[in-house]
Nanobody, 124 residues
Framework: QVQLVESGGGLVQAGGSLRLSCAAS????????MVWFRQVPGKDREGVAR??????LYGDSVKGRFTISQDNAKNTWYLQMNALKPEDTATYYCATRRSIYESCSLSTANSYYWGQGTQVTVSS
């Protein structure tokens, strides 16, 4: 029974920073795969960042600006977002794969447990 709860979204000005949190419970895959996705209305969900133990991977649009990290003791994952742009406006979701037999990637084709999402709005 996996539950993921995102928080930390809000309204910020372009160039500002925001940190999203994902609190996990029932997460048995310690040091496993956690992925941040985002989605805007009318567009497909896209992978933003993923962490597999100490290995991180970022989408091209956020590389150099976003950082994914984790606090294993608290079962909490973070997405630090800097130099935010209006095009970063989206609903952000954290997710973890349902099967360890799937690769840990930014692909939406995998099967995931999903959080409820948190809204990020970047004004110009």
């Amino acid at each position: 029974q996996v539950q993921l709860v995102e928080s930390g979204g809000g309204l910020v000005q372009a160039g500002g920073s925001l940190r999203l949190s994902c609190a996990a419970s029932g997460y048995t895959d310690s040091f496993g795969c956690m992925v941040w996705f985002r989605q805007v209305p009318g567009k497909d969900r896209e992978g933003v960042a993923r962490i597999f133990r100490t290995s991180t991977l970022y989408g091209d649009s956020v590389k150099g600006r976003f950082t994914i990290s984790q606090d294993n003791a608290k079962n909490t994952w973070y997405l630090q977002m800097n130099a935010l742009k209006p095009e970063d406006t989206a609903t952000y979701y954290c997710a973890t794969r349902r099967s360890i037999y799937e690769s840990c990637s930014l692909s939406t084709a995998n099967s995931y447990y999903w959080g409820q999402g948190t809204q990020v709005t970047v004004s110009s």
